[in-house]
């Protein structure tokens, strides 16, 4: 029988992809809805590919890394932790369930260890269905929140935060000496997202053609001055300008890096 979705697994080659290949040493019957792809270490996977992964089709995506405390690049699980935490807020934010990616770190050794970790997300996803399904949104709107969450993660700002995090948590100071912890970094840099998050749907209101102010924020349902506010600091980034005037009203349109 055919599966009536897929999900993605991105399998770190020393743990996930080794966990695989224990798992079919042991005939451990793994879901049949996974397909897999392997990745030098899951810390490298970009957020962006994630939800690119969901545009292709697929109903979920799982992170199976090294065992904690023993990847091989160290730092690994910290950093695919980091961004799939920042990946499942861009979701969150377009109306995606986060629950369609998780991250495992599994051991090389472990027969069982792969098939216990995605056999629970799994049956998760044959509950939600393919993306938009569960989340009550209509087939033809999913690529366009999927497109918003790409281009949220891919704000410079936003990739600085997950650049940044991982290292200023394990350093435990910020570059002023002051004491700094993952939850208080995350918590300093939340309105940095937030402002992410309402140029970005600026952004992507612009790409359907140039719009008045009051047009984009009624698309987005966002205050008229927040949306001026925006326009400002995107027009002045080289990401919007203007277009022309209409009835005496400036009409924006997107350019250079904000198409």
């Known amino acids: 029988m055919t ?15 080794a966990a695989a290949e224990m798992a079919a040493i042991g005939r451990r019957t793994l879901p049949p809805e996974m397909r897999h792809l392997t990745v030098p ?9 994630v939800v690119h992964a969901l545009e292709l089709g697929y109903a979920g995506v799982a992170m199976i890394g090294c065992e904690r405390k023993v990847c091989r690049y160290e730092t690994g699980n910290w950093y695919a932790e980091s961004r799939l935490w920042w990946t499942r807020m861009a979701l969150d934010s377009v109306g995606i369930d986060p629950g369609r990616l998780m991250a495992d770190f599994v051991s090389s050794q472990d027969r069982d260890a792969l098939a216990e970790g995605v056999g629970p ?16 949104i209509f087939s033809d709107e999913v690529p366009r929140r999927l497109s ?4 949220i993660l891919d704000a410079k700002e936003v990739r600085w935060c997950m650049g940044q995090e991982v290292f200023l948590a394990r350093q435990g100071k910020d570059c002023l000496g002051r004491s700094v912890d993952l939850a208080s970094f995350r918590e300093r840099t939340s309105s940095v997202f937030r402002r992410a998050v309402d140029e970005s749907r600026i952004l992507e209101a612009l ?40 009835l005496r009203y400036p009409i924006f349109k997107a350019c250079g890096g904000g198409k």
């Open 148 to 151: 918003l969450a790409r281009r």
């Open 3 to 17: 599966p009536s979705f897929r999900f993605l697994g991105l399998l770190c080659r020393w743990g996930g992809y």
């Open 41 to 49: 270490c899951t810390g490298r996977v970009d957020p962006v590919d």
């Open 207 to 246: 790409k359907d053609g140039p719009a008045s102010l009051s047009a984009i924020a009624s698309r987005d349902e966002i205050e008229n001055r927040r949306v001026l506010s925006h326009i400002v600091d995107l027009i002045a980034a080289g990401l919007v300008d203007l277009h022309g005037v209409e």
């Open 121 to 136: 997300f799994a049956e998760k996803l044959r509950t939600l269905g393919t993306v938009g399904n569960a989340e009550d």
